[in-house]
């Protein structure tokens, strides 16, 4: 196995000129102009050009048993959440393959950052979802094989949990026309009824897609990407159908969701971003849910300071705004009794610019075991700890299953002083392969909250 690094890769990646039957350039989103075997990516400074593919390649397995999961769907995304790649369907020992599209240097290297999976099966939570967070893969750096650049490590293998007992068994699958920029698509279908709950898919960037586990029952189907609005479909499943519904732009033109911050007692924290979640995806337990591919201010990876932030091409839609949700040392003010404190929702309506009410963002509680610096596996009954909060009276703490539901809490712990609080687990026996979550919140003598714990952090799991 031969690792591809400056000059050889250029000799053996570069094909100039594209197609040997044609000197004109070829074309990365058409995919057209390239030999047989290879691809056509951008490249830095310059045109774009053919080149030997990346492929990434892994495993989904259920977790409870190792056991292979035929079927399942697995898209690579970038830091925009857009997709990264085609989609990849497990074989019948859980082994999938997917081209990536990676920005090339002039050696014929792959740029273009980190990318993370979601993979999707019939029976089975999504991945990423409820408490669990996806692991950045570097594609920079794969290996040769047979002519193909091949990324394949243990954060490309997908373990994932299966469903509670009378989930739904129809999907609903078909095809979504991508905007010409390749950005990817959310496809969300909801539930009829006042308060809607959706199930999602991302489209790939050639627009396929299948969302698994509908209940029996009406749904509309609607798309979510940043700089279009599509025309929303309805479908009705029942006993364990497979109904096809494909998706196309609308004239209308999305919208604009501008809000302001202010950021008090930061502690270590310099800046946040913002994120617009689905309103029917959204659980409330966990506060968090699905955000269309780009709907993050700023865009990429950056932060925001106190002041004002704004998320233009915005489909038409109801949303959460959710503020400080990813790690950065702070956390949505927890004490809803102040304004400004509370979860957001916006509508969006076509070609309208809406401003979300402003935000109070503070300083967090630092976790210190489990679950600091992702999820943590742990032996036995977990001790929690974290990082003490110098004005607290009492602290309260809950423990979260995977599928949001709280499993324990104890909210009279008393406050610590001179050292950090450590408290053992004390609820029901935990389950091997499942994962969790613990958040604390502190509050003052006056039963004030002050602070939380992170929302990405705190994540354990029994091996």
């Not at 650049?149 to 243990?154: F, K, S």
């Not at 373990?159 to 007992?165: F, Q, T």
Request: include cysteine.
């Amino acid at each position: 196995m031969t690792r591809i690094v400056g000059a050889a890769a250029f000799l053996l990646l570069f094909v100039t000129g594209c197609s040997s039957s044609s000197s004109d350039a070829c074309d990365p989103i058409a995919q057209t102009g390239c030999d047989e075997g290879l691809v056509c990516e951008e490249v830095v400074d310059g045109g774009p050009a053919c080149f030997a593919p990346v492929v990434l390649r892994g495993n989904v397995f259920d977790r409870a048993d190792d056991s292979a999961i035929e079927g399942a769907t697995v898209v690579a995304l970038d830091a925009n959440s857009s997709p990264a790649s085609t989609v990849g369907v497990t074989d019948a020992s859980g082994d999938y393959e997917m081209q990536v599209a990676r920005q090339r240097d002039a050696d014929g290297n792959p740029l273009g950052g980190d990318v993370t999976l979601r993979a999707d099966a019939a029976g089975f939570q999504t991945f990423p979802g409820g408490i669990r967070q996806a692991l950045p893969i570097d594609v920079s750096s794969p290996d040769e094989q047979d002519g193909v650049l091949v990324v394949q490590t243990t954060a490309t293998d997908i373990g994932l949990i299966a469903l509670p007992s009378g989930a739904g068994t129809n999907q609903i699958f078909g095809n979504v026309e991508v905007p010409d920029d390749s950005t990817g698509v959310l496809v969300v279908a909801e539930t009829a009824g006042d308060s809607p709950l959706g199930f999602t898919a991302i489209a790939d960037r050639d627009g396929i897609y299948r969302i698994f586990n509908l209940p029996d029952g009406e749904f509309s189907v609607l798309g979510y990407a940043r700089g279009v609005n599509y025309g929303a479909q309805t479908a009705s499943v029942s006993g364990g159908q497979d109904v096809q519904v494909d998706l196309a732009i609308s004239a209308d033109a999305p919208g604009t969701v501008t809000g302001s911050v202010q950021i008090v007692n930061p502690g270590a924290g310099e800046g946040t971003s913002y994120i617009l979640v689905v309103e029917s995806t959204f659980n409330a337990a966990l506060a968090r849910g699905e955000t269309p591919p780009g709907l993050r201010a700023p865009e990429g990876t950056g932060l925001v300071e106190s002041g004002t932030w704004m998320i233009e091409g915005v489909p038409v839609g109801s949303y959460k705004v959710l503020g400080a949700f990813e790690n950065d040392r702070l956390v949505r003010d927890p004490d809803f009794g102040q304004g400004n404190t509370e979860i957001v929702r916006v509508d969006v309506a076509a070609g309208q610019s809406v401003e979300a009410p402003a935000f109070k963002i503070t300083g967090s509680l630092d976790v210190i075991s489990p679950g600091a610096k992702g999820a943590e596996e742990v032996d036995g009954t977990p001790v929690f700890s974290w990082v003490d909060d110098s004005g607290e009276d009492r602290y309260h703490i809950q423990v979260f299953d995977t599928f949001g539901e709280i499993i324990w809490e104890e909210p009279n712990i008393p406050g610590s002083s001179g050292s950090d609080p450590k408290v053992p687990y004390a609820g029901p026996p935990l389950e091997s392969g499942m994962f969790y979550q613990f958040r604390v919140t502190s509050f003052d003598v006056n039963d004030r909250p002050l602070s939380r714990t992170e929302d990405l952090k705190g994540v354990f799991f029994l091996p």
